[in-house]
């Protein structure tokens, strides 16, 4: 049986398939608003491995994921298991809200647990729409953390809400200033959320009792993580994959 995990943000759909022994073998990040993409990529592996599907789907996005569990449907897929809050992921919580709360902080916390060395507090940092900063201690239980803009979530509200200021992408860190409107968006926007970042951490790190080992997922963390951490930054591209892999399918 082809499983298959997904994890459906507000900017991108993330799915991985996994191999006989339970590790994901392969992922690809997919649109929100094109189907046809989907259709695509689910054709491609269908022809290569036939069968039943069994999918494990975390979302944060209610309308974009009744879309997904229509095509679904319509593709034909056997079995669909849904993480929607942070009340369904079984880790150790000590925060309000769980209910309510986003089902991929729970599995990055999740995730972050099941990696970090033992008897030391660690503290996970997204990096997607939304930069978090979850805080799990030596004995493993979330108490929470930060939420903030991710970078293409501010460089979107400066362009919307302002009469002039342009939209901008950031593929790579940029001058600490700039002599024109782009350039100077680029070294606010980027620089601002590199001390945004370090300075959570700084005042996270100082109550956790010891030195926290910190792990970077999403898709910019790899452009912020080592500006605050160095190169000796610990990314986990497929933290929250994993994670809801060991949820649906009991992988260890």
């Known amino acids: 049986m082809l499983r298959v995990v997904a994890d459906l943000g507000n900017t991108r759909l993330k799915w991985g398939r996994l191999d006989e022994s339970g590790r994901l073998a392969e992922s690809i990040a997919l649109p929100l608003d094109d189907p046809s993409a989907w259709s695509a990529a689910w054709a491609e592996w269908r022809s290569r491995y036939p069968g039943k599907s069994w999918w494990g789907v975390s979302t944060v996005n209610p309308p974009v994921g009744d879309r997904l569990a229509a095509f679904l ?3 034909g897929v056997e079995q669909v298991d849904w ?11 000590d925060v309000e809200g769980a209910d309510s709360g986003g089902s991929d902080r729970a599995l990055a916390v999740l995730g972050g647990s099941r990696i970090k060395p033992a008897e030391r507090p660690c503290l996970v940092v997204m990096c997607g729409t939304a930069i978090t900063v979850e805080r799990i201690t030596a004995e ?8 903030a803009p991710g970078l293409g979530q501010t460089a979107r509200a400066l362009n919307l809400m302002t009469a002039q200021l342009p939209f901008i992408e950031l593929s790579q860190p940029p001058a600490a200033w700039g002599r024109g409107t782009v350039d100077s968006l680029k070294a606010g926007i980027f620089w601002g959320i590199v001390g945004a970042v370090r300075e ?13 080992w910190i792990v970077w997922t999403g898709g910019d963390a790899t452009l912020l993580a080592p500006q605050v951490c160095g190169d000796a930054a610990h990314i986990e591209p497929n933290l929250i994959l994993d994670a809801l892999a060991s949820v649906v399918f009991g992988n260890r």
Request: avoid cysteine; proline fraction near 9%; charged fraction near 30%.
């Open 73 to 75: 449907d319509e593709a």
């Open 83 to 93: 993480i929607r809050s942070a009340a369904e992921v079984p880790v150790p919580k």
């Open 140 to 147: 493993g239980v979330w108490q929470g953390g930060a939420i």
């Open 200 to 212: 959570l951490l700084g005042r996270q790190e100082s109550d956790l009792g010891r030195d926290p």
